[in-house]
T-cell receptor
Framework: DAGVIQSPRHEVTEMGQEVTLRCKPI?????LFWYRQTMMRGLELLIY????????DSGMPEDRFSAKMPNASFSTLKIQPSEPRDSAVYFC???????????????????FGNGTRLTVT | SQELEQSPQSLIVQEGKNLTINCTSS?????LYWYKQKYGEGLIFLMM?????EEKSHEKITAKLDEKKQQSSLHITASQPSHAGIYLC?????????????FGQGTTLQVKP
């Protein structure tokens, strides 16, 4: 099991540039989450997908942020245009659902990638 | 997230000492997860608690969820330098089985040899 893989590990870009962060979830996991971590706000959930479909994007800060999951093994988080206040560590996490039905099913703990440290100057 | 309050924010202990970290919510916690994070790395899952009164242990770390399912504690016995890091509690407070977690601000632990 290779775990959740994120790329790049570090990204430094100038304000106004487009940034794309990538994530490969653990094979077989059907839920994928994008989080952002800063000193001021801690770990915030941006968006999550279930079976490749966006379920809740209420944490996406602005229209400058967009996320896609074209298939079960790949997701991207894009920021366009980037701003200095977007500087943070962005984490991707995945999990799987065991069982069936709304009562009997439960989710595995989230497995996190090592994150992408984004610096916007 | 202010919905999950962790205390203390930071902790410095001498190697061999015991310590406790708390995680409190004003809402019912449907699933409570403890993670550990080292600087520059992702979060590593430690334990998951779901039932009121539940207690789990792994090596020298014990986590409990109170009966009302609004508070959890993480206790480390005979701390070692390897226990140093940031401990975060995460919880599903909306309903069970969404997998969507909110997190506390974290507790930074330093263990002095």
């Amino acid at each position: 099991d290779a775990g959740v893989i994120q790329s790049p590990r570090h990204e430094v870009t100038e304000m106004g540039q487009e940034v794309t962060l990538r994530c490969k979830p653990i094979s077989g996991h059907n839920s994928l989450f994008w989080y952002r971590q800063t000193m001021m706000r801690g770990l915030e959930l941006l968006i999550y997908f279930n079976n490749n479909v966006p379920i809740d994007d209420s944490g996406m800060p602005e229209d400058r942020f967009s996320a896609k999951m074209p298939n079960a093994s790949f997701s991207t988080l894009k920021i366009q245009p980037s701003e200095p206040r977007d500087s943070a560590v962005y984490f991707c996490a995945s999990s799987t659902t065991y069982g069936t039905g709304s009562i009997s099913s439960y989710n595995s703990p989230l497995h996190f990638g090592n994150g992408t440290r984004l610096t916007v100057t | 997230s202010q919905e999950l309050e962790q205390s203390p924010q930071s902790l410095i202990v001498q190697e061999g000492k015991n310590l406790t970290i708390n995680c409190t919510s004003s809402k019912t916690l449907y699933g409570l997860y403890w993670y550990k994070q080292k600087y520059g790395e992702g979060l590593i899952f430690l334990m998951m608690l779901q039932k009121g009164g539940e207690e789990k242990s792994h090596e020298k770390i014990t986590a409990k969820l109170d009966e009302k399912k609004q508070q959890s504690s993480l206790h480390i016995t005979a701390s070692q330098p390897s226990h140093a890091g940031i401990y975060l509690c995460g919880a599903d407070i909306i309903t069970s089985n969404t997998g969507k977690l909110i997190f506390g601000q974290g507790t930074t632990l330093q263990v002095k040899p």
